[in-house]
């Protein structure tokens, strides 16, 4: 089983930018597919973005798609959410996932592996 361990979250100012990390360890972390999804106080988790094996795919939810970019660094097993235009509505405790496919997934279920989670706080 994969571990993963996210980071980079914190305070910041709408319109303000932040960068998440996820590092995996433990098993063939190279070999998943990897996600990040959030949850908000009071809100159920869904669906931010997506990450292929390759890297060579990503999808993204409607409301971040233009401010947030999903990427993966194999040789440090780490993949990165790049969140720039924050808004106070991206506040959220911030999930990253993993899954042993090579195609990324848009659901909770299909992800096996799942980190703690890094919070961010975007203020108006």
């Known amino acids: 089983q994969v571990q993963l361990v996210e980071s980079g979250g914190g305070l910041v100012q709408a319109g303000g930018s932040l960068r998440l990390s996820c590092a995996a360890s433990?098993?063939?972390?190279?070999?998943?597919?990897m996600a990040w999804f959030r949850q908000a106080p009071g809100k159920e988790r869904e669906f931010v973005a997506a990450?292929?094996?390759?890297?060579?795919?990503?999808e993204y939810r409607d409301s971040v798609k233009g401010r947030f970019t999903i990427s993966r660094d194999f040789a440090k097993s780490t993949i990165y959410l790049q969140m720039n235009g924050l808004k106070p509505e991206d506040t959220a405790l911030y999930y990253c996932?993993?899954?042993?496919?090579?195609?990324?997934?848009?659901?909770?279920?299909?992800?096996?592996?799942w980190g703690q989670g890094t919070q961010v706080t975007v203020s108006s």
């Open positions: 433990g098993g063939t972390s190279s070999t998943y597919a």
């Open positions: 996932a993993g899954r042993r496919r090579m195609r990324l997934a848009y659901y909770q279920h299909e992800y096996d592996s």
């Open positions: 990450i292929s094996w390759t890297g060579s795919s990503a």
